[in-house]
């Protein structure tokens, strides 16, 4: 069976304290940290780059790192991810002409492999490259802001891809929480990410722990 794993999204934290805001996330049960890269380009906002990636890693060299990348170039960011311990680098296919490309390169790197969909982009544009993944990344939100609304129609993509990739991971991201979770559990989705809703939380590790719980059901 599937391991179902949450992993909190920093952007919403202190970003002037991002170690601990991320150390604190860690200790309160997060599995992995999803750390949501932005070039200004791809999306219409901008966060960090490798630079603080890899200062973030070595006080946390036991973390579990998933970069998102909402960048216009993915290939360009691969090695210096790698630099970081990068373990997943998860990019949008939209601004690609080449993802098996890509996908090689993150392999080669010693990275995994993850494929990241705008909620206006269709299953069936990530479905050709599904054996080149180790996770689909399906958004809940239009990338480049964290604290939206969840959309909620995005549950068939998840329930499409989960029926016919049943040992798939599968990812969601944006605007999710205790009174989503359950939905997003049900559509087939294993990994969890919450940015928002874990940040602002008075007891964030009984958010997680909620999430967790929802998702393993
Ligand atoms: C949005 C990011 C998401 C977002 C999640 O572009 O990819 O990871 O920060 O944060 P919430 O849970 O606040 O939507
Ligand atoms: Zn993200």
Known sequence: TLSCKIG?????????????????????????LHLDVMDGTFVPNL????????????????????????????????????????????FHIEPCDD????????KEAGMKVGLAIKPGTPV?????????????????????????????????????????YPTMDIEVDGGIGPNNIDVCAK????????GTAVIQAKNPPQVIQLLKDSVNK
């Open 124 to 164: 069936t544009c990530v479905e050709e490259y599904i054996d080149m993944a180790d996770m689909i990344l399906v958004m809940t939100v239009e990338p480049g802001f964290g604290g939206q609304k969840f959309m909620t129609d995005m549950m068939p993509k998840i329930e499409i891809l989960r029926e016919k």
């Open 8 to 32: 909190p999204s920093v952007l919403n934290a202190d970003l002037s304290q991002l170690y601990n805001e991320s150390q604190k996330l860690i200790d309160s049960g997060a599995d992995y």
């Open 47 to 90: 966060t960090f780059g490798h630079p603080v990636v890899k200062c973030l890693r070595t006080k946390l060299p036991n973390a579990v790192f998933e970069t998102h990348m909402m960048v216009q170039n993915p290939l360009q960011w691969i090695s210096a991810m790698a630099d970081a311990n990068v373990d997943q680098y998860t």
């Open 99 to 106: 993802v098996p490309l890509v996908c090689r390169k993150i």
């Open 187 to 194: 559509a087939g989705a294993n990994m969890i990410v919450s």
